[in-house]
């Protein structure tokens, strides 16, 4: 029997682990798929000589985490990449907007969209770099965040924290109307919220906006060095030096709650995998409430809940070897890891009607990713491995172009949307086709049977929109991971704070399990966050020998 058990092996579900194995209980994780990661995760599965991120790519949210930074993964093999630049936003008329770690080199782009838009950018990155601690605490612990807005108040006032929350609660295309003249600053905030599900007219989406281009400028979106997988590969490498256990290829079907009492987890083999403190769930809320926890363990308000639970957008995803690299138009997307495709704000607003009326899009807004650029060790020297993504409707009632795609995601369909896919991309960079060598078509079932949390395709867990976040993630509550279950604790993007690979929800899960236990449990743990117990340094040194 374990003291724990973790549900998953997810990034979040690893995290939890590896903080309750720091706390020193032993830990058994339980994963579906026949290798760890869930989203996170490489093969060479287009083309041999490339490797290819099957899912998620680019980490500024890893890279800002004091969570994933008190794990000290580096210890464990974990280096990290950059591209020359961050993020570009180019437009058909051969404008480039540059999101660079430079301040200075973003302000500069957008300069040159409209005359005093530079000076705007360096003061929204001057407010960020005052209330950058505080939001960070906000977003990477349990919510009530209470620390973190008291000490806003007291640095701004309240006139001043009034104002902040304004700003974070606009629409991107309002706050881009304040803030640039020129369409240069309007497009970079407007594609950082689309990053999400968040069309440029919703609420909230500004600050979303502002947060992930802020977290781009002072972090930028790095890459972990030989795939995506090597993040998973030194969580992995970290628990097992700390005694825990990740079984793959274990499919749970049922939480096992006894007493009222979450005690173990029942495998497909029909085989309980008992806990004798927690168990942790790295899944998504649907599957969590609907499907492994039986009704009558479940209040009916929360099933009630659960019922109106919002997916967000699914997902559809190109991968690429290409002979060259992309030939931009705009000089200034080459050396952009990500680079966001749609002309101008108005596109994307035209691109998300298209969603919310349940259409497949005819000019789908698109992340594509130049990961030999961000990474000179996914492809051969002059090569590219690339892909790009979109956003679909999870229900598709009709298609805005003309080939009919009505979601069956036969391989014809997914044939014909990857080339529509391509048709985008050669709007920013002609000739882009016949760079060709292989590609993969990764549609929402794909995506979804590779990760069952990505129901349809969805990535984030569950909508990114106000009415689904904070003290309403993943239902009207606290916005916590603990359950209505004793012994349960959700560790998935389905809680607070939601999507992104930074191991916020499963290291809330792991505390908060722990003060469910004793006191010198929790005693444990602070030691731990604090430096002071030489776990760290255990573990090292453990490595070390069996390296030896």
Known sequence: MSDAVVVGAGPNGLVAANVLADAGWSVTVLEEQPVPGGAVRHDRGVHPDFVSDVFSSF??????????????????????????????HPLTDGRCAVLDRSADVTADSLEAFGPGD??????????????????????????????????LGRRHGVAGA????????????????????????????????????????????????????????????????GGSGELVRALVARLEVRGGTVLCGQSVTEVVVRGGRAVGARTADGETVAASHAVLADVSVPA??????????????????????????GTF????ALDQ?????????????????????????????????????DRPFLLFGQMTTADATRSPAGS???????????RIRSDSGEEGIRGTWSRHEQEVMADRVERQVERFAP????????RRVLAPPTLQSLDRNLHGGAINGGTASMHQQLFFRPGPGTGRSETPVPGLFLASAGAHPGGGVHGAPGANAARAALRCRTPRALTALQRYLAGRDGTRGKGRRAQQTRQR
């Open 59 to 88: 980490y500024p949210l890893a890279a800002a985490s004091p969570v994933l930074r008190r794990l000290g993964l580096e210890e464990y093999g974990l280096r990290w990449s950059h591209a020359p630049g961050v993020m570009a």
């Open 118 to 151: 530079g000076a705007a950018w360096r003061h929204l990155y001057d407010v960020w770099q005052d209330v950058r601690p505080d939001v960070l605490e906000a977003l990477f612990t349990p919510f009530p965040p209470v620390r973190s807005a008291v000490r």
């Open 162 to 225: 009034l104002r902040l929350a304004r700003t974070l609660t606009l629409p991107v295309r309002r706050l881009g109307e304040e803030e640039f003249a020129g369409e240069g600053g309007r497009i970079l905030l407007a594609g950082n919220a689309l990053h999400a599900d968040l069309p440029p007219e919703a609420a909230g989406s500004g600050g979303f906006g502002w947060l992930m281009a802020m977290l781009g400028q002072s972090y930028g979106f790095p890459v972990p060095v």
């Open 288 to 313: 969590l409430y609907g499907e492994l926890v039986a009704a009558e363990h479940v209040p009916r308000q929360v099933l009630a809940d659960v019922r109106r639970f919002q997916w967000d957008f």
């Open 317 to 320: 995803k190109v991968d690429w």
């Open 325 to 361: 690299r992309v030939p931009w138009q705009c000089a200034g997307a080459a050396g952009a890891g990500t680079v966001h495709l749609a002309d101008g704000v108005d596109e994307l607003t035209r691109f998300a009607a298209q969603l919310a009326m349940g259409q497949v899009p």
């Open 384 to 394: 590219e491995s690339a892909w790009a993504y979109t956003h679909l409707p999870q």
């Open 431 to 438: 000739g882009f086709r016949s760079l060709v060598r292989a």
